[in-house]
């Protein structure tokens, strides 16, 4: 398997507001060696990120936005049960 040339960031934004490009990208996605383990790896990197911003900041605003289209990428990964390797 190859490493990712998608980025999963533009990735998970793409697929929460333009679902109808989901099969693409989840198909760029598939072919990926441990796709599923980066999109977990940048969740919990934006979710460690909250824990220094109040909630009424932009940036936690921003940050929460990104965990969220991540997690929105993930759960399209699992229900698509795409195959990947573990670390």
């Known amino acids: 398997m190859k490493m990712s040339n998608v980025n999963i960031e533009d990735a998970a934004h793409v697929i929460f507001?333009?679902?109808?490009?989901?099969?693409?990208?989840?198909?760029?996605?598939?072919g990926s060696a441990f796709v599923m383990d980066?999109?977990?790896d940048k969740i919990q990197e934006y979710s460690m990120d909250l824990l220094?911003?109040?909630k009424e900041d932009n940036e936690?605003?921003?940050?929460?936005?990104s965990v969220d289209y991540l997690s929105n990428l993930l759960n399209v990964l699992?229900?698509?049960e795409v195959q990947y390797g573990k670390s």
């Open 38 to 40: 980066q999109v977990e």
């Open 52 to 54: 220094s911003y109040g």
């Open 78 to 80: 699992k229900s698509k």
């Open 60 to 65: 936690y605003q921003c940050i929460k936005q």
């Open 17 to 30: 507001f333009h679902p109808e490009y989901e099969e693409a990208i989840v198909e760029d996605l598939m």
